[in-house]
Nanobody, 125 residues
């Protein structure tokens, strides 16, 4: 079972990046998928999540209106389109998978069973 995140990099304030996460070895459609970030000196936070069908999504207040999560169950991928990036978005971004959870738990870090390796996003001012 593997989650492979990619797409991070260095971008200027106001720029955009698209993160992708490819899942393998699991029945992807059975998992809630989330994107979690950890900024330097801060705790991890769930910034976006999508339910199994992709029909409902969650965004933290800090990214709402700027980030868009989407999933392709046919390709076993989940993406995070990040627009209007700010220096405060600088963090390591992880994709994560939750087999048992619901909308009530998708903001909880300990609900996620599987984690990718993380990809660095740096936003310069």
């Amino acid at each position: 079972v593997q989650l492979q995140a990619s797409g991070g990099g260095l971008v200027q304030t106001g720029g955009s990046l698209r993160l992708s996460c490819a899942a393998s070895g699991l029945t992807f459609v059975k998992y809630i998928m989330g994107w979690v970030r950890q900024a330097p000196g801060k705790e991890r936070e769930v910034v976006a999540a999508t339910i199994r069908s992709g029909g409902d999504t969650y965004y933290s207040d800090s990214v709402k209106g700027r980030f868009t999560i989407s999933r392709d169950n046919a390709k076993n991928t989940v993406s995070l389109q990040m627009d209007s990036l700010e220096p405060e978005d600088t963090a390591v971004y992880y994709c994560a998978a939750d087999r048992q959870g619901t909308r009530s738990t998708w903001t909880f870090l300990n609900a996620y069973d599987l984690w990718g390796q993380g990809t660095q996003v740096t936003v310069s001012s």
